[in-house]
């Protein structure tokens, strides 16, 4: 089976303008989860999506938000981008049942200058 | 908050067995350990998890205290590629998120 799928693999962008993240999870996975990445914070949660629906939120502002196609595949937005919004952004994907384990994509490294 | 608590790093030397410990004192019944690991600039690899039995599968053995409070990852013949961050990450039977805490950098010297 094909892994999970994320593009594109860089970016940079400037302040102030807004960015999408694509991610293509392994074929039969219906959930999609999405995490932050930076030196200072480490790994940090930002929401989960299943069956085009958000079913988790971390705590992150609302200029983040994502969403699911009907083909489970997920994008993220972040809007107003700051500089702090510098980091690797992870997708990772998991087949719905009571201890699923989540496979991670190989991640966007999103620069802003 | 991550739930767990792991030495912050440690090294082995290639070809012996790297064992991972791993604190989870206030881990309820319906909890599972989850073990994963990142390798430099890469997404984190799924590696194994567990309830209350050991586990073992072709990358790794789990061992986990008979009252759950802790456990062990087992590497049983480390190599150079073994050198990343292991992550220790207790999460419920259903629709919880993954909280990573810092994770121990493991290196695995020649």
Redesign the interface.
Known sequence: KAG?TQTPRYLIKTRGQQVTLSCSPISGHRSV?W?QQTPGQ????LF?YFSETQ??K?NFPGRFSGRQFSNSRSEMNVSTLELGDSA?Y?C?SSFEG??Y???????TRLTVT | DAKTTQPTSMDCAEGRAANLPCNHSTISGNE?V?WYRQIH??????II?G?KNNETNEMASLIITEDRKSSTLILPHATLRDTAVY?CIVRN??????????GTRLSVLP
């Open positions: 999970v989860s995490y480490g790994l940090q949660f989960e079913r988790n971390g690797l992870l990772a009571q201890t384990e989540q496979y991670f994509g190989p991640g | 599972y989850y600039s890469q997404g984190p690899q799924y998890h309830l992550y039977d259903y629709g919880q998120n993954f909280v990573f805490g810092p």
